[in-house]
């Protein structure tokens, strides 16, 4: 009897495979109880930023290691996303590069301290004026475009490693947790009060969507959490600082989110990415934490209410 072909043998090895895997499929969804079935809209995005917070608030609490760890991750998945729109703007940024500096900059500012940043910043201009040099096809404003998307989704991130090894542990994960939580709340009200009570546009060109009754409640949830953070041991804040700075914070979240709506519009995109399902991308989930975060450290530390 003549030997199978190879490529039969591996289409009949293909065809048990899929067989084996619609079967656990059709098991698990007989498992699945049937109002988690068809999920709706608001449960898949309930999901999604559930997942999302508990492994936020984890990482932060956890240590300064873990810390880092979410803040590269971050990092490099917004830069990898905000490159992806760009491209569609007619742009060839340097992706390889600029998120690999996206991803250096929390870690060397974790190392070196500000001077971290400084060196990665003059070793990804120095990359790219070669990459520039020697490749014909790239324009300046492609130079541009990859040197801000690193600094954008990396630099202004690396804020917070400068909060959250300002004081011993657990103390410094609870401050940064504080200002996720700040963030979190601006969107949240806004969205909430916006949604319900919102009848003047704040943005209609970039964000039709917000409206300033939306955008005041944001304010004032953001103020609420930074005088909450005035009483955590090691902060040196007075009620009028952590307003004034609760204040400043949520403004410097709501210009972020405005931003990347901007990016997004210019680009043609509804969302930056498909990795959060009901929210859209990692970029877009984060884009009122990176402002956020740098103004946080410049405003603490600034101010005198934690040391560096």
Known sequence: MAARPDAELE???????????????????????????????????????????????????????????????????????????????????????????????????????????????????????????????????????????????????SGIVVVRGALPDPWGGVLVLGIFLSVWANDSFAYLVGSKFGKHKLAPRTSPKKSWEGFLAGLVASMLFWWGMSFIPGVTMSVFQALAFGLISGLMGVLGDLAESRIKRNSGFKDSGTIMPGHGGLLDRCDSLFLVAVTSAILLVGGGCIPY
């Open 11 to 157: 289409a009949e090895r293909a065809a048990d495979e899929r067989t084996r895997t619609e079967k656990l499929k059709d098991f698990a969804q007989d498992k699945t109880p049937k109002k988690l079935k068809n999920p709706t809209n608001f449960q898949v995005r309930f999901r999604t930023g559930f997942i999302y917070i508990a492994v936020s608030v984890i990482c932060v609490l956890a240590s300064e290691w873990t810390t880092l760890a979410l803040l590269v991750a971050t990092a490099g998945i917004s830069a990898g996303e905000f490159y992806y729109m760009l491209r569609s703007d007619a742009k060839l940024p340097n992706e390889m590069l600029g998120i690999i500096a996206a991803m250096l900059y929390p870690v060397s500012v974790f190392f070196l301290g500000l001077n971290g940043a400084l060196y990665v910043s003059l070793a990804l201009l120095l990359a790219l004026i070669v990459w520039y040099v020697f490749w014909m096809r790239a324009r300046v404003p492609d130079v541009g475009v990859s040197f801000f998307g690193a600094a954008y989704t990396g630099l202004l991130l």
